[in-house]
């Protein structure tokens, strides 16, 4: 039987789609409550989350606060993978990424996920 305790959030929209946002994180917290060990990685204009800042936003009326979200899914251990090729594309300083943020491609993708995880991609 495969080993199912980490899942992995493919996240390739930024806040020009505050809501895919949101369901991702609110994806990310939930499992981190399960006990699982969770990397988001983000893409294309995602990747300026895992700057200081930037997470601020509400996605819809009823919608938690991004910001809030993101601290969850920070205090509980989640983790974001940051694709590099996207990150220098924008001319992004990777000394300012927040601290749970790392650059991280597909083969340390591959190398985090191991045998087995729960893809999600919004």
Known sequence: ???NDRVVINLATGLEDTERVTVAFL???AALER???VAMFLTKEAVRLGLPGYAEAVACDGCPPLAKLFQQYTDGGGELLVCPICFNARKLDE???VPNARLAGA???WEWIGEAATVFSY
């Open 1 to 3: 039987m495969a080993n």
């Open 35 to 37: 006990g699982k060990q």
């Open 107 to 109: 083969t340390p993708l």
């Open 27 to 29: 994806v990310g917290a």
């Open 95 to 97: 000394g300012s990424l």
